[in-house]
Nanobody
Framework: QVQLVESGGGLVQPGGSLRLSCAAS????????MGWYRQAPGRERELVAA???????NYADSVKGRFTISRDNAKNTVSLQMDSLKSEDPAVYYC?????????????????WGQGTQVTVSS
């Protein structure tokens, strides 16, 4: 069973930085796509950034130039460095993985979610 454990959320002042991390476990050989989504109150969950196993990255327009996604394939971890945080960035941030090669069961095309971590931007 795949589990995602997130860390790094919290309270930061406008213009500040936070780093989110997510570790995937569960007999995983390789993960196709690892990413971060966020959901603010009253809004739909939206993609923040994604990173494929081949190195391609994709960012929401609202975070380009401020957020950086990175992953460690050997450790099955993905991180999101968030700089220049703004008042529109507060949300619950969710780690997401899609497409997992499993040591025991081969390829699993499903997506999995972490439990979410709160990011608050306030002075």
């Amino acid at each position: 069973q795949v589990q995602l454990v997130e860390s790094g959320g919290g309270l930061v002042q406008p213009g500040g930085s936070l780093r989110l991390s997510c570790a995937a476990s569960g007999s995983i050989s390789m993960i196709n796509v690892m990413g971060w989504y966020r959901q603010a109150p009253g809004r739909e969950r939206e993609l923040v950034a994604a990173h494929t196993r081949t190195g391609s990255t994709n960012y929401a327009d609202s975070v380009k130039g401020r957020f950086t996604i990175s992953r460690d394939n050997a450790k099955n971890t993905v991180s999101l460095q968030m700089d220049s945080l703004k008042s529109e960035d507060p949300a619950v941030y969710y780690c997401n993985v899609v497409g997992i090669w499993n040591d025991d069961r081969g390829f699993d095309p499903r997506g999995y979610w972490g439990q979410g971590t709160q990011v608050t931007v306030s002075s």
